[in-house]
């Protein structure tokens, strides 16, 4: 907190006109001048001696002719009373008052106590311009990004443990990097065999349709629509002539010697009969269980 001071003040010292005598040495006051202390008359020799002051700097007695100040029942000589660290005469100027007993100009005052920087140290002083974050504060040009060491200033800016990074930086660091385009993901974005992906960047690799929330399939790390995979990718029952997706009914497929079934498309040409997982054969493009064979 900061004082101020009205300005020195000293006793007021009168002549006698008549006869009065010294409360403390008996002394005779006529024409002589005398201090009014407590209510008693005392010649400014046992002033000085018995009554005065002791100025908290110098450790002297503040005279009945000198200029005193006080402040919180201590007291000093006007030429006394400076600061503690630059020695400016502090009479008329504001002043603060450590827990110490130091008094102390308003500058030095907030360079002893006043916050410190976080990067450099140093004090920040009142009405610079400066950062504060958790309860910590920085000059202004010394919150900076950990990485690219540029002041922050009015920028966004996000923290990794006790590090501040700028947002570009923050991104470029920690940021996940979409499987497709490499670039940062900033905002929402998928995730598809454990790996994220821009929304954007996963599309059909035939059409480039958004698959995002869509039906999809992929083949050979390629990701297609339903509908590009049945007519670019899946291959063609041998049965009923159409796409085997892998969709809906029927999920398994047979394979035998180039040729694709859907399962549920691997029946004996005659009797109808499943022949998945059985012994079968192999008529031109038809097949047959053994007992229709032997009919043929």
């Known amino acids: 907190m900061a004082y101020r001071l009205s300005g020195p003040r000293s006793y007021s010292t009168s002549t006698m006109t008549e006869r009065f005598d010294c409360y403390y040495c008996r002394d005779n006051l006529h024409g002589k001048k005398y201090v009014m202390k407590d209510e008693k008359h005392v010649c400014t020799k046992c002033f000085d001696k018995l009554c005065a002051n002791t100025c908290a700097e110098c450790r002297r007695p503040i005279g009945a002719d000198a200029k005193e100040l006080n402040h919180k029942n201590r007291h000093w000589h006007e030429d006394c009373f400076r600061c503690a660290k ?3 005469p502090l009479a008329n100027e ?3 008052a450590r827990d110490d007993g130091k008094i102390m100009c308003g500058t030095c005052g907030s360079r002893e106590d006043g916050n410190r920087c976080q990067a450099c140290y140093k004090v920040v002083m009142p009405g610079t311009q400066n950062v504060e974050y958790k309860n910590k504060v920085w000059h ?3 919150f900076t990004c950990f990485e690219c060491k540029q002041p922050i200033r009015s920028q966004s800016f996000l923290n990794k443990g006790d590090d501040i990074f700028c947002g ?8 996940k990097k979409c499987f497709h385009c490499k670039q940062p ?9 454990d790996q994220p992906w821009h929304s954007e960047c996963f599309v059909c690799h ?5 698959l995002a929330g869509t039906r999809f399939t992929s083949h050979e790390e390629q990701v297609y629509c339903v509908d590009c995979y049945k007519t670019s990718v899946a291959k063609q029952c041998n049965g009923c002539k159409n796409p085997i997706t892998g969709f809906g009914h029927g999920t398994n497929v ?7 079934w859907h399962e549920y498309c691997f029946n004996c040409k005659k009797c109808s009969l499943s022949l998945a997982n059985k012994r079968f054969v192999i008529n031109g493009e038809d097949i047959y269980c053994p007992d229709c064979a032997k009919k043929l």
């Open 168 to 175: 570009p930086c923050h991104e470029k660091k920690f940021a």
């Open 206 to 210: 035939t059409c480039r349709k958004g």
């Open 86 to 88: 630059c020695y400016k």
């Open 140 to 142: 202004e040009e010394c």
């Open 185 to 193: 993901i900033t905002t929402g974005g998928i995730s598809y065999q």
């Open 94 to 96: 504001p002043f603060g």
């Open 254 to 260: 047979v394979n035998y010697e180039g040729h694709s």
